[in-house]
């Protein structure tokens, strides 16, 4: 399947849901998303394309205490390109406070995807991304990045091609 995005879109006002899995292509078609505030992505797992999709500044990320979090995929296995990331990712009311006793897996938290082992390719960051702890629990490992958290490509993927981060 192909989605080709016909405008920009506004969502002042709608709670998103995100679609749990996408093997297809999603075409931004260099349009953005606007007024959109969210605690999750647009997309849980991405297999296929996503590519030419800005998230404006007037967009925000609440990072909940549990799990990932990015404005375009959890989970990207496969190629999110030319994407663009302005708006601002923070920890919820300013406190990041899981409990401090229970053991947690790994956590990503990026603009564009939380954690990639597929292809991440001239895609940019021009918003923060704050994270203020006061205790983190126990994190087996925690990864916070501009454009992805964390990014393991499979050997025959480039992990991160022509990103940048401001």
């Keep these: 399947d192909e989605v080709t995005v016909a405008n920009d879109i506004d969502l002042s006002g709608y709670d998103l849901v995100p679609a749990t899995s996408f093997a297809g292509t999603f075409n931004g078609n ?4 606007t007024n959109w505030n969210t605690k999750t992505a647009l997309f849980n797992a991405v297999s296929g394309t996503v590519k030419d999709l800005t998230i404006d ?9 549990k799990g990932d979090a990015a404005f375009i995929a959890l989970a990207n296995s496969g190629t999110i390109s030319g994407c663009t990331n302005y708006g601002t ?11 401090a006793e229970e053991v947690y897996v790994n956590r990503a938290i990026g603009t564009i995807a939380a954690a990639s082992t597929g292809s991440v390719v001239s895609c940019n960051n021009y918003g ?3 994270i203020t702890p ?11 990045g501009g454009v992805a958290g964390i990014a393991q490509a499979a050997p025959d993927k480039n992990a991160m091609e022509s990103c940048t981060n401001e």
């Design 30 to 33: 260099s349009k953005k998303i």
């Design 57 to 65: 500044q007037t967009c925000g990320l609440e990072v909940q205490v």
């Design 89 to 99: 990712v923070t920890s919820v009311k300013g406190e990041f406070v899981p409990d």
């Design 128 to 130: 923060t991304v704050t």
């Design 134 to 144: 006061t205790r983190v629990g126990k994190y087996t490992r925690q990864y916070i």
